[in-house]
């Protein structure tokens, strides 16, 4: 593995630690002008280009960042990457004033996704996935979560984490699975028989997906079914993660921080009750202001949960449904513009605090011994993202210390 030296940076930016909350979540360690060096993979120096010279012990590939600025690689801790199909003729019933739910009744939804989803080949689900993941990373994303969950049956179910370990292999973001066997219930069943389905479906993801996640949610998965299936997946050894007050406040957020999940997703419904016993956790608030966006509902809390102290995430939420949107540098813009965070929250919201939520402490900033996952932008400051929003500001793309955009 070659070793990289970036020079002439205008400024390179990140949060000061993993995860950050409160005040914290608007300290920035801003090193301007810089250098950074990146061995092996890993975060050498970074700082001023005289100190990290120093630091140089073999003969790197340079880098002239040209005045522009760095950030480290996103981190997109909640998509539904693999599924067959689109929905966009769903779209214009969303236009017209359809709601979510009542395009799930009329046969649209999550179950239409699952359908085409079991029909199409797993090589025909690699070719559009890697399709995607090239747009993400061009975008600037290093890390992604991806969840199963257009299956909904073992064949399926596996037949989607195996997509996702073969998209691991073929492209340069870091993939993290997630078993979401609940993520609806299929026609003819009742959320109890899917959830024994799933309980059952278990052993056969061991060692094929690190998270379980549930759908909670009225018309999904009840808190009982939740808590059946959390419990199971904790003794089978997945780590937790949910779906929880997305269209209603039912009990999820409580069930979450009482079962250890690492991430609680959605948050659009959240009561003030909740902000509190959130905000006294290690669990992170995820948040996903594209679907608010997509669906055209409020947004999440977000103020008051970064001011009680959560330890609060941004994430895409890819998904044909919900949003179909896998640039970062937009929901960047939204968390700023529609939620009020201020750019340095959004960042650390997108990195390093997005690094915790997928238990990956060794991303997300920019400091020597952390894995060198770094975004060299066109602008000399990383506030031109909101900013100017609606394109691309990434130029160039390290994973691991190599260039893999650019
Ligand atoms: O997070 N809420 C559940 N899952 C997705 C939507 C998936 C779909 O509509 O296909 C979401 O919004």
Redesign the pocket.
Known sequence: MSSLLVVNIAQAVSGSATPARGRKMRELVIHAPAAIYAREGVIQAVGPRELVEKEVSDDPVVLDAGGGAVIPGFVDSHT?LVFGGQREDEFDLKIAGAS?QEIAAAGG??IS?VEATRRAAPSELVETGLGYLRSALAHGTTTMEIKSGYGLDLENELKILEVIAELGRRQPVELVPTFMGA?AVPPGMSAQEQTQRVIAMLPHVQGKAEYCDV?C?GGYFGLDETRAILAAARRAGLKLRL?AD?LSSNGGVQLALNMGARSVD?LEQITPAEIIQLADSSCAATL?PG?SLFLHYGYPPARRLIDEGAIVVLAS?F?????MCLNLQLIFALACTQMRMTTAESLIALTANAAWALDRPHIGRLEPGLQADFLLLDSPGYRMIPYFFGGNHVKVVVKKGEVVVG
């Not at 998904?319 to 949003?323: A, E, L, Y």
């Open positions: 539904h979510y939804g999550i996704t993520h759908f949610e779906h997305q959605h996903l679907v939420n998904n044909p449904g919900s949003c």
